[in-house]
């Protein structure tokens, strides 16, 4: 039997990005933690982002590094996260889609709260595209944007891999031209000076208190694991 080369290359990537999942991934994608005080995260939305009612029954937390494989899989928002319908995986894709689908249909209140402990500084690189990810999100949330700004950067990943080049300043910006209404000055200005450098950084610093990897999803307070079906059932 013949197999043609594209076919074989298509295998090949399934396999390596696979692979990736199973052994190269630095963090754990369902990490074991204890309940928390969810208010914290309530009443500084310039620093943990929201959608959805303030009075909503259900408030789900997310916490995300932008560069993390995982939590683009629970974005559903890569093209390549079908890659792993049918896998351990599964459960885990969009996830988080569905959780800000239904925060923006006014049944839950859903937070995002960023994270940047994959930077390449912190494992023997040079690059921090966690945290200029984080950096733009917020310099977008600034002008009420974040959402769609959180949207484009899982849109762009392109593999599950990280420190890749994939989020620089320059990238960041060319990303966020697609946003109708943002000042694309502001945003650059922001974005080059590091103006929200320390939000990015006190986000951080909260959530390693909290949780151990990502994504970390909980429910009304408590850790629930990363898929939707699991969300829903720790709905009150």
Request: hydrophobic share 40%; glycine share 6%.
């Given at each position: ?14 396999i ?31 620093i ?6 303030d ?23 890569p093209?390549?996260?079908?890659q ?84 620089t ?19 650059k ?23 151990t ?24």
């Amino acid at each position: 039997m013949i197999i043609k080369k594209s076919v074989l290359w298509t295998f090949v990537v399934i396999i390596l990005i696979v692979l990736f999942f199973l052994f190269l991934n630095p963090f754990d994608s369902s990490p074991s933690v204890g309940a928390m005080n969810q208010s914290i995260f309530m009443s500084n939305p310039s620093i943990y982002p929201s959608l959805g009612p303030d009075n909503a029954k259900n408030v789900v937390i997310e916490f995300s590094d932008f560069q993390c494989p995982y939590c683009a899989l629970a974005s559903g928002l890569p093209n390549w996260t079908s890659q792993f319908q049918g896998t351990q995986y599964a459960s885990m894709i969009n996830a988080a889609g569905n959780a800000e689908q239904a925060a923006q249909q006014g049944q839950i209140k859903f937070i995002f709260v960023t994270m940047n402990f994959l930077d390449g500084t912190n494992h023997g690189g040079t690059t921090t595209e966690s945290t200029w990810a984080a950096e733009a999100a917020f310099c977008a949330n600034d002008q009420g944007k974040f959402w769609a700004m959180h949207d484009l950067i899982y849109g762009a990943s392109t593999s599950p891999s990280e420190d890749t080049g994939k989020y620089t300043k320059a990238n960041l910006e060319i990303l966020a031209q697609n946003i109708q209404g943002l000042d694309q000055t502001q945003f650059k200005n922001c974005l080059e000076s590091d103006i929200d450098l320390l939000k990015v950084q006190a986000s951080e610093t909260t959530a390693m208190s909290i949780v151990t990897g990502t994504p970390s999803f909980f429910v009304n307070g408590n850790p629930v694991q990363p898929s939707w079906t699991a969300i829903q059932a720790a709905f009150k």
